[in-house]
């Protein structure tokens, strides 16, 4: 166990549907990831929040939509999705940015939600 | 692009052997990690090298940096069955908490 708990594993949703992914993280980290991965592809950066501020994001479409309540939960909300949107997505924590940034931090995942849109 | 190539795709090798991955870069870097990724499940971290190292070791890990090819090798020495996973490399670059990364190798040690 890395410490970092994603919920659910596994989930299918048709077109229409709103479904929601959870992540949340044991280890006192400040900063939480978002990652698309999907096959033959180089993992994808969604969304990055540090402190629960959001500090990147990658261009997303907005029928994706992260939520930060606390440095320990993170969750992405779905709704409207495409075919083209199935694939695993994983979510990550490191220690997070201090003034002056942080440049050797190394990251947890969790196991993923393999998400299949229909 | 800022990410890490990997080079092999795929890599097969007989337990016992050698396992030996690269990554190339384009960028400056503060520093370049090594995840491993089993069929279905999260990255997980191996080891990290800054751009002022060379060489770090990890048990039967041996990683490389040269800043100057802008390449980086990942050596798995006396690899068993369970080391067959995919490896990533990830850069680190500019003054955030942001990693990129590659495509990975699908790594298969046959027992």
């Known amino acids: 166990e890395t410490g970092v708990t994603q919920t659910p594993r596994h989930l299918v949703m048709g077109m229409t549907n709103k479904k929601s992914l959870k992540c949340e993280q044991h280890?006192?980290?400040?900063?939480m990831y978002w990652y698309k991965q999907s096959a033959k592809k180089p993992l994808e950066l969604m969304f990055v929040?540090?402190?629960?501020?959001?500090?990147e994001n990658n261009s997303v479409p907005s029928r994706f939509s992260p939520e930060c309540p606390n440095s320990s939960h993170l969750f992405l909300h779905l709704h409207t999705l495409q075919p083209e949107d199935s694939a695993l997505y994983l979510c990550?924590?490191?220690?997070?940015?201090?003034?002056?940034?942080?440049?050797?931090?190394?990251?947890?995942f969790g196991s993923g939600t393999q998400l299949s849109v229909l | 692009s800022q990410q890490g190539e990997e080079d092999p795709q795929a890599l097969s090798i007989q337990e016992g052997e050698n396992a030996t991955m690269n990554c190339s870069y384009k960028?400056?870097?503060?520093?370049l990690q090594w995840y491993r990724q089993n069929s279905g499940r999260g990255l997980v971290h191996l080891i990290l090298?800054?751009?002022?190292?060379r060489e770090k070791h990890s048990g039967r890990l041996r990683v490389t940096l040269d800043t100057s090819k802008k390449s980086s090798s990942l050596l798995i020495t006396a690899s068993r069955a369970a080391d067959t996973a995919s490896y990533f490399c990830?850069?680190?670059?500019?003054?955030?908490?942001?990693?990129?990364f590659g495509k990975g190798i699908t790594l298969s040690v046959r027992p």
């Open positions: 929040y540090n402190f629960k501020e959001q500090t």
């Open positions: 090298i800054r751009s002022n190292e």
């Open positions: 960028t400056s870097i503060n520093n």
């Open positions: 280890l006192g980290h400040n900063a």
């Open positions: 990550a924590s490191s220690m997070g940015l201090a003034f002056g940034g942080a440049t050797n931090e190394k990251l947890f």
């Open positions: 990830a850069i680190h670059t500019g003054a955030n908490s942001k990693l990129t």
